[in-house]
């Protein structure tokens, strides 16, 4: 009895926590004032309420470390919102654990959510030694404080930025992660761990509309090239009257930094609704018009990508018609991944 | 401004509504008194109570109707459970629609939940014409009620189900539909619109434990074939001691019917978790020695699937290391469906 004692135990240790503030953020866009936050709205007192809210969510953010622990767990805290109808709970408010193996980084546990503030043990019983770890944040949620728990006498350290150089994309709910299952499968999050680069996550659910101090603020960031996937979220009017402004701006700040545009996916219910369908067709023939004008008046470095499989031909790539799952996501990227490296390797960044 | 409170008018014209109980019901297991339930557990009073709780899930089931309606709304109200923290409330407590294109069924809209009881049109601004349309119920919820809405002067009928014969499916969690993002998405879905044939969800979350009392409830199930996907569940122990009840009950109640057995997936959080990595081990040399054991006895028409890819080599397949999402679903068929179909087939089943 003793010894079955001693060995529950020590299976229920209770982990020793560190504030992720210690190691190193991953995925930052601006340095804010709240640490999980993407851009201090303070800095833009002209952008939408909408956009303002959205850049409280921690897509794209990541905590890198390393341990030598057999066990990681997580302490953490969200606004009281729930996950919407078309997102599992653990991409809306969950963390999502890779780890190097390999020379990889590879999928190892989950953070369940339960409530707004959650403790959850991601992986136990792992072999010994040293362990590089990359542990996403919530997409769709504000995260108010995170804390990593090790087992007692575990080392637990910062380590360095896994990935190179820094791109900015800009875009919908889909850049945002919706509807990925876990935040590691956010499309953004996949192209760095398979490029080694470091792609921004600026997506801004519904509100990816191009507005004037919106593309003022992207202009100020600093990055070395520039990801545009807004045409989901924009009208084909806004998409005619926006996207000079947007392009412009971002090359009188970055002469020289390519700027990818990519069209809108297929929204699958568009197959029925005739609407949607039409909608669609409507933005994507926009954008590739002002894209053209923008290249007949001397733009350079401007890209606009293709997405001639769209989300696969069975039509299951889709949670609700509109965000891609993670079978739309991975078809998706089949696609797009050749196009943003060759291109990227153009202007001399390394791509895995 | 009459003019457009008109349009606004005939744009939200309120559907009219019809019990879906006078359509037809599709993936039924047996008939039951509650008529979206799967078994009538006071049949079966020696279930273990998990199994009962579950068999109240509408998994599996869906509604097949025809209409000329340009719109399909939904009305249904299920139980106040929630989404659990790895499935959409899409998947767990929402409908699915497919509709007939080109002579195969495509994804039309899905109906999101908002609380118990739920109102949503999954479909608006349809061409005219007759459309034959597939609605697949939730997968992890009772549904209590469920009202089909088209166009007011609109037909709505009875479609004969669109699927052959009765493939029994008994399983885990996986069956059951976790964690796909939507409900027909869950793999005996894919497969049923992929052969043409019927494969009937008896996924039982967590709960596919081969007890005596649900093996003879399954012996007594009209079914051409029976597919056993119950190894995630059970205990290499309890594959051992039961694996020849469960299977000899079905042959002896079905002379003639081929069982299919399925191995369990990989859990891909098992790759670090050296305790989960070595029960999957076991699990499956445990049902592949008891198959074994099976046809060495003599049982004939019995077969051991195979895997080898697992969900893929990216290890991205899953929502939570146990759970495929769409993604691990996809590749999961990939595997599968060549299996089944060649089995099938010699038993002179029809497959598409």
Redesign the interface.
Known sequence: MLFAATVTFSHAQTPVYTSATELTLVGKIQATQQVYHRIDTTDYPDMPPAVKRLLTNSAGLAIAFKTNSTTVSAKWCTSPRT????????VYE?LDLY?K?DGRW?????G???GDCSEYTL?????EGEKECLLYLPLYDETTSLEIGVAEGATLQPLPDPFRKRILMYGSSILQGA?A??PG?AYPA?LSRDTGLNFLNLGLSGSAKMEKPVADMIASISADAFVLDCVPNSSPQEIKERTAYLVNTIRQHHPKAPILVIPSTVR??G??????GARVKAQNEQIEEEVNKLLRSGVKDLYLLSYRQQLGTD???????THP??????RMLQQLRPQFKAILRKYNIKVD
Do not use: C, Y
């Not at 996950?83 to 653990?90: D, L, Q, R, V, Y």
């Not at 992986?123 to 072999?127: K, S």
């Not at 799952?325 to 991975?330: E, I, P, R």
């Open positions: 996950a919407s109808a078309n997102m599992t709970a653990i969950g780890i193996k590879q999928f190892a546990g989950v369940m959510p339960n992986v136990r019983n792992m072999g509807s299952s876990r499968i996949r699958e219910h197959a029925f609704d005739q609407v949607v039509h299951e790539g889709t949670v609700d018609g799952n993670d079978l739309g996501f991975d």
